[in-house]
């Protein structure tokens, strides 16, 4: 069965930093594109972050640029997203899928997701 986990988020300050992990089983993560989605409080889902299986990183938001970070480590089969200088409006649940980079749709179903909250 291909599955990913998030995982990471948690209550933090305004400024402070998280990881967030996207674990796989199934599947290799270096085989899809990865991507990171976003959904705060009462608003849509929405891309922030994509990783095509050739490493080639590609952030959605303006908002984000300079301060999350898409990774990989193929070894442990898991997709990062480093984010730094966090603001309150980066808020919500986080959410890891496979996808085309640029496309909008995913391939298999939602996860859980990682709640992130960040207190100002």
């Known amino acids: 069965q291909l599955q990913l986990v998030e995982s990471g988020g948690g209550l933090v300050q305004f400024g402070e930093s998280l990881t967030l992990s996207c674990a796989a089983s199934?599947?290799?993560?270096?085989?899809?594109?990865i991507e990171w989605f976003h959904q705060a409080p009462g608003k849509e889902r929405k891309g922030v972050s994509c990783?095509?299986?050739?490493?080639?990183?590609?952030n959605y938001e303006d908002s984000v640029k300079g301060r999350f970070t898409i990774s990989r480590d193929n070894a442990k089969n898991t997709v990062y997203l480093q984010m730094n200088s966090l603001k309150p409006e980066d808020t919500g649940v986080y959410y890891c899928?496979?996808?085309?980079?640029?496309?909008?749709?995913?391939?298999?179903?939602w996860g859980q997701g990682t709640q992130v909250t960040v207190s100002s």
């Open positions: 199934g599947f290799s993560v270096d085989r899809y594109d």
């Open positions: 899928a496979r996808t085309r980079c640029g496309a909008s749709f995913i391939f298999g179903s």
């Open positions: 990783l095509s299986s050739s490493g080639r990183p590609t």
